[in-house]
């Protein structure tokens, strides 16, 4: 579990403790609730990452878009609900070459906007001569995004980086030597479930 999540339950548990003692049990409720929950959306399982040339989902969610960002580059959009586990992992191995933190709007997160027009955190994986380049986006919900690495790093493939707090969404880009292996609508996991596969063409990887 994310440490977060035990602070969060701790002090809604605390002022639920609180109202209960001078009102009653029954208007401490909601607190209680609130804290379970808290205590539920920052779980943190333990994933099996498959062996071989691919990438695997950054995030828990849904793949809403798999689009063209270039004639040779694609992006798959994963969103994330406020019931799926909202920690990240890192598509490939390599080292992280570039972070950049993007402000923006705070739109509702499974709209094709939110890729460009959300606060985000854009984070590019160099490794074994290819470049994996993926987005942690706020949405509606999400104010925080949370990355634990930085330049310079060098990560495993499923590697947990950081998280995004509450409903958001992460973007994925790949280079030609990439073949996507999911479609819209397939649920993915993070650090387990695949979304490319390399094709060997290393050519135009680091363009």
Not at 45 to 57: D, I, K, L
Request: glycine share 10%; hydrophobic share 45%; aromatic share 10%.
């Amino acid at each position: 579990m994310v440490i977060d999540g035990i602070y969060y339950a701790l002090g809604l548990a605390a002022a639920g403790a609180v109202v209960s003692y001078f009102t009653s049990p029954w208007w401490a409720l909601p607190l209680f609730i609130l804290a379970a929950f808290c205590l539920y959306f920052f779980r943190d399982p333990e994933r099996a990452v498959p062996a071989g040339p691919v990438a695997v989902s950054p995030a828990d969610g849904k793949v809403v878009a798999i689009k063209a960002e270039s004639p040779d580059r694609q992006r798959i959009s994963i969103f994330l609900n406020i019931f799926d586990v909202h920690v990240n992992r890192t598509p490939i191995s390599g080292v992280i070459s570039d972070v950049k933190y993007q402000p923006g709007h705070f739109l509702v997160a499974s709209k094709e906007d939110a890729s460009s027009q959300n606060e985000q955190n854009v984070v590019t994986v160099d490794g074994d001569g290819t470049r994996v380049v993926f987005k942690q986006i706020a949405g509606l919900i999400a104010r925080r995004i949370v990355f634990s690495k930085n330049t310079g790093d060098k990560v495993r493939i499923g590697e947990r980086i950081g998280l995004i707090k509450f409903g958001s969404r992460v973007d994925v880009i790949f280079g030609p030597e990439w073949e996507v292996a999911v479609q819209p609508g397939m649920r993915v996991s993070a650090g387990s479930s695949i979304l490319a596969r390399r094709t060997g063409a290393a050519s135009g990887a680091k363009s």
